[in-house]
């Protein structure tokens, strides 16, 4: 079954038959027909950006909190080069996007013509896959090929350039039978059965073992973290998670022991080194999680299981690696457990265990509290405590308050933490929050944000107010770019080069000019009220949250050491921890 | 257990390398789509991997497939992640390692021009005879010898014709195939 219809029709025909609902963009000369046809149809929402790097973040915490594809529309030229850090950022991050992009008519490109850049060569590099679409024929196949590629095996996101000529062009429009069908691309989704049952028996031998879990999860869908917490509590293991694992296992359990890695607790790192097994479930032994690769976890077995098999000893050397989705492979080794008759649950009482609690005793996320000045970690603690009975979405920045809230915020459910792990984005909070209440319009959707790093895509506020959107932008404002602030400490004399932010607008005049409510504090007394007047609000919210200006995010790892060279909390001169060799690294 | 990781004092990627680089040829089947080369090529550049040669065509019209051979010089655990990046290209169906997986047969082509007169024309005609390269061209000062092989008869053969008035020298780059009966 066919019909005929435009390149322009065809692509809102594929978002509907691919049951997308909302899509971020912004128009211009390229796009102009899809634009149109998106005018004569009511199917699809369009959520109109300021800036297009705004519209794939939003796609991103879209799709990261409901594990659907984020569908992105930008124009040719300047609209896809400015798409392309979030589409860097979704590549990182593992995140299922589908960017649509104009292009200029087929019989002009290469000429460098009005807004022409070469955007398959520009986002080859910063995409799972792309296309140009140069006939008509080719658009229905590669619409939905789109999908299927960004939203299986290892997720990422896709970019689909289609030139105007093609968007106004007739052809017949046709979905794919059977698009899983795919002639070189196969993704492995479960895993060998004797690697699965090899690791039953090394993780029913250990005695000292740890799950470490990771956005794998997230990406294997609600059912995988459903199953992490049955293997967990079948096994007794201790928990620990990264940035992007975060959620999936319920921080309430007395099996968690909070993230690891640069900034992890001292309990979760001390663990990963001392452990005999690590299993390692969607993560991908990254350089802020293994600290110095030489002295990571030197005694331990390790089984990694990752649907990417690149991902596999990439860095770190396994031991037992098995490729498939984690969800499957987690199910196996339940059933596998359970039959196996030696199996015993690691006991609450036993040496590795007591060991645990012996590090948790160090309380290494324990700060001084102060009646004076908010304290960035007590405002986070406030912010939990205020919403932890609401159905509740968190987004971040990326910087110190990043850290604080990964550390300081309790997260039970997967989905509900959206933040830049692998790149790093500033800028990346605000929209992420319009995408994820854009998909949960009665949900609490708060970025916890930095006073520097909002200000990159601040104009999507505006996107908020327009859309009606009650996102709440929660700034722990210290005045610094506090992570850079830290690492000059740290590394370079306190000498606070470019790091101040100077200037800074006055954030509540700033969210009553956009239509939104502008709130400031600076009394932890008066914090909690203030927090109320926030979720009480039925709009959005600027909160300038002003905190202590020169807070250090620990406990650290820093660069160059171990997991078992934290700096703690008490460390007052960090100026002096990390060697020469250790200053050229990140 | 990170018995293959020497400590080195420093930290995350800088650790002692142990085993030594080698040289693989790498055969990649891909879909012949337009950019395909530059997904290969952009990669290896993307992850600092090394192309000490690179030769690509069409080698199924029907079906629209491209052999392409790679030959890359890189330590055991680098070579594991170049067959696996490559595999996680979209358009490639298969990565072989044709040096691992045993015995391949390597051949490359070159068109070599040499100059000269008198005595040293009849003694290139004589080297080039033992080479079993052909003639292609010839004027009365010069010939373009065609000659096939392994690499380093290939560079043999330029060597001993430097000498005698070489004046310039092309190259395909390695095409390589599996010795015996299986197919990729």
Not at chain 1, 498 to 511: I, R, W
Not at chain 1, 522 to 535: F, G, R, S, W
Not at chain 2, 71 to 78: G, M, N
Not at chain 2, 121 to 131: N, S
């Amino acid at each position: 079954m066919s019909e005929q219809m435009s390149g322009a029709e065809m692509v809102l025909r594929a978002l509907k038959d691919q049951n997308v609902e909302h899509i971020f963009g912004y128009p211009g000369g390229a796009v102009l027909p899809i634009y149109d046809a998106i005018f004569q149809q009511d199917d699809i929402k369009h959520i109109l950006v300021r800036h297009e790097q705004g519209a794939t973040h939003m796609a991103e915490g879209y799709a990261r909190s409901t594990g659907k594809v984020g569908v992105v529309l930008v124009t040719s030229g300047p609209g896809a080069t400015n798409a392309i850090t979030g589409l860097t950022d979704a590549l990182l991050d593992s995140i299922p996007l589908v960017c649509i992009s104009g292009q200029v008519p087929t019989p002009l490109i290469g000429s460098d013509a009005f807004q022409e850049c070469d955007t398959v060569g520009i986002t080859r590099n910063c995409t799972k896959h792309n296309y140009l679409v140069k006939k008509i024929e080719d658009l229905p196949r590669i619409l939905h090929e789109a999908f299927y590629i960004a939203s299986s095996g290892r997720p990422g996101p896709v970019v689909v350039d289609i030139p105007k000529d093609v968007q106004f062009a007739m052809g017949d429009y046709y979905k794919p039978s059977n698009e899983s069908d795919h002639k070189s691309y196969k993704p492995q989704l479960n895993g060998d059965l004797g690697a699965i049952e090899e690791a039953v028996n090394l993780m029913i031998r250990a005695e000292k073992p740890i799950l470490y879990t990771g956005g794998g999860i997230i990406n294997s869908g609600k059912e995988a973290s459903e199953s992490l917490r049955e293997l967990a509590e079948l096994t007794g293991f201790p928990v620990t998670s990264t940035l992007m694992g975060l959620g999936a296992f319920p921080a309430k359990s007395d099996q968690w022991l909070g993230m690891l890695g640069m900034h992890g607790t001292y309990e979760a790192n001390l663990a990963m080194h001392d452990a005999d097994l690590i299993v390692c479930l969607g993560a991908r032994f990254d350089d802020r999680i293994t600290g110095r690769l030489d002295a990571f976890a030197p005694n331990s077995t390790k089984i990694h299981v990752d649907i990417d098999p690149s991902s596999i000893g990439k860095t770190v050397h396994i031991d037992l690696p098995i490729i498939g989705d984690c969800n499957n492979i987690i199910l196996e080794m339940i059933r596998i457990w359970r039959e196996k008759t030696n199996q015993n649950r690691l006991s609450s009482s036993s040496v590795w265990w007591k060991q645990i609690e012996e590090w948790r005793d160090v309380k290494s996320l324990r700060y001084e509290n102060s009646d004076e000045v908010i304290k960035p970690q007590f405002a986070i603690q406030r912010l939990n405590e205020a919403v932890k009975d609401k159905d509740t979405y968190i987004t971040t920045e990326v910087g110190q308050h990043q850290m604080w809230a990964a550390q300081y915020f309790q997260f039970n459910e997967p989905n509900r933490f959206m933040t830049s792990g692998g790149l790093g984005t500033m800028g990346y909070g605000l929209p992420a929050a319009v995408g994820v209440q854009v998909a949960h319009p009665n949900a609490v959707v708060i970025d916890i944000a930095g006073e520097a790093s909002v200000q990159m895509t601040m104009q999507e506020f505006s996107t908020a107010v327009q859309f009606r959107l009650p996102i709440k932008i929660f700034i722990l404002n210290n005045e610094y770019m506090g992570m850079v602030r830290q690492w000059q400490q740290l590394l370079h004399g306190s000498r606070y080069s470019q790091s101040y932010s100077e200037s800074l607008p006055d954030f509540v005049k700033l969210a009553e000019a956009m239509g939104g409510k502008g709130i400031r504090c600076d009394d932890p007394a008066k914090l909690d009220d203030a927090i109320q007047d926030m979720l009480d609000y039925d709009g959005p919210v600027l909160f300038d949250c002003r905190v202590s200006k020169e807070e250090n995010c620990l406990p650290m790892i820093p660069s160059g050491k171990a997991h078992n060279e934290m700096i703690l909390p008490e460390t007052k001169d960090i100026g002096n921890v990390i060697d020469e060799k250790g200053k050229i690294l990140v | 257990m990170n018995t293959n990781l020497q400590p080195s004092g420093s930290a995350y990627f800088i650790t002692k390398p142990t085993a030594e680089p080698e040289r693989h040829t790498l055969s990649v089947l891909v879909d012949n789509e337009p950019g395909i080369l530059a997904r290969i090529a952009g990669l290896f550049s993307a992850r600092g991997f090394n192309i000490d040669s690179l030769t690509v065509s069409e080698t199924n019209h029907e079906k629209g497939r491209s052999r392409i051979t790679v030959v890359t010089v890189a330590r055991p655990k680098v070579l594991r992640q170049i067959k696996l990046q490559l595999e996680r290209l979209i358009p490639v169906h298969k990565v072989h390692d044709l040096t691992q997986e045993g015995k391949c047969l390597e051949r490359e082509l070159a068109l070599v021009k040499v100059a000269g007169k008198g005595e040293n024309r009849v003694e290139t005609l004589r080297i080039a005879d033992a080479f079993r390269a052909q003639v292609v061209d010839a004027s009365t000062s010069s010939f373009i010898f065609e000659i096939t092989g392994k690499s380093s008869k290939i560079e043999q053969f330029i060597a001993l014709m430097m000498p005698l008035g070489l004046v310039e020298v092309v190259r395909t780059g390695i095409s390589a195939i599996s010795r015996g009966s299986s197919k990729m």
